[in-house]
């Protein structure tokens, strides 16, 4: 399996344009996790998904922010309008069942 | 509300070094303590799950115990390499909820092993 899979690697971009990140899980996992890194605060979840279902979103920091997960293989996150403060590396992870969960190589998003 | 703090925030070491990485938490009602490395630029390796209910973990070179009493984790790399340069991250998750899947991190400790 080629892992989980992220797309854009990078992300360059002006404030108040709108942000999509792409998120392929490992076939078969019926979890997906977003997060977002940053120096200060480290490792933050933004949203989980269970079976395509969000269970948990307390983590998404405004309206600005939605995600989605139309089928077991593909998920997205986005902003819209995008800040010069949402610049971070935001990672996608899956997992089936038990705890270990499988994160990709991450998005770094830049705002300016 | 559950905290979790990595000492020391970064550490450097001569290659053969043994050392050991801690993680603290707050809150004891913990489900499980996990272990992850990071590479730079990279996305996180999951190393080491320790159940609540055990108190260490052990994966070749490397031992994960836990002390839930005292809220405490401590990593165990033994004979350090080069390549295990990296950071390491510690992450909790609670007993809240059936399908809690929400795991608290700490901010990692930034592990340099010099040749």
Same mark, same amino acid.
Request: glycine fraction near 10%; charged fraction near 20%; include cysteine.
């Given at each position: 399996?080629?892992?989980?899979?992220? #797309?854009?690697?990078? *992300?360059?971009?002006?404030m108040g344009q709108e942000v999509t990140l792409r998120c392929k899980p490992i076939s078969?996992?019926?979890?997906?996790f977003w997060y977002r890194q940053t120096m200060m605060r480290g490792l933050e979840l933004l949203i989980y998904f269970n079976n395509n279902v969000p269970i948990d979103d #307390?983590?998404?920091? *405004?309206?600005?922010?939605?995600?989605?997960m139309p089928n077991a293989s593909f998920s997205t996150l986005k902003i819209q309008p995008s800040e010069p403060r949402d610049s971070a590396v935001y990672f996608c992870a899956s997992s089936?069942?038990?705890?270990?969960?499988y994160f990709g190589p991450g998005t770094r998003l830049t705002v300016l | 509300k559950q905290e979790v703090t990595q000492i020391p925030a970064a550490l450097s070491v001569p290659e053969g070094e043994n050392l050991v990485l801690?993680?603290?938490?707050?809150?004891?009602?913990?489900?499980?303590?996990q272990w992850f490395r990071q590479d730079p630029g990279k996305g996180l390796t999951s190393l080491l799950l320790i159940q609540s209910s055990q108190r260490?973990?052990?994966?070749?070179?490397?031992?994960?115990?836990?002390?839930?009493?005292?809220?405490?984790?401590?990593?165990?790399?033994?004979?350090?390499?080069?390549?295990?340069?990296?950071?390491?991250?510690?992450?909790?998750?609670?007993?809240?909820?059936?399908?809690?899947?929400?795991?608290?991190?700490g901010l990692g400790t930034s592990l340099a092993v010099n040749p």
């Open positions: 399996d080629a892992g989980v899979i992220q #797309s854009p690697r990078h *992300e360059v971009t002006e078969g996992h019926d979890y997906l #307390s983590g998404m920091p *405004e309206d600005r922010f939605s995600a989605k089936f069942g038990a705890d270990t969960q | 801690n993680c603290s938490f707050t809150d004891s009602a913990i489900y499980n303590l260490e973990q052990t994966s070749g070179r490397l031992n994960a115990s836990l002390d839930k009493s005292s809220g405490r984790s401590t990593l165990y790399i033994a004979a350090s390499q080069p390549g295990d340069s990296a950071t390491y991250l510690c992450a909790v998750r609670g007993t809240l909820g059936g399908n809690n899947r929400k795991l608290i991190w």
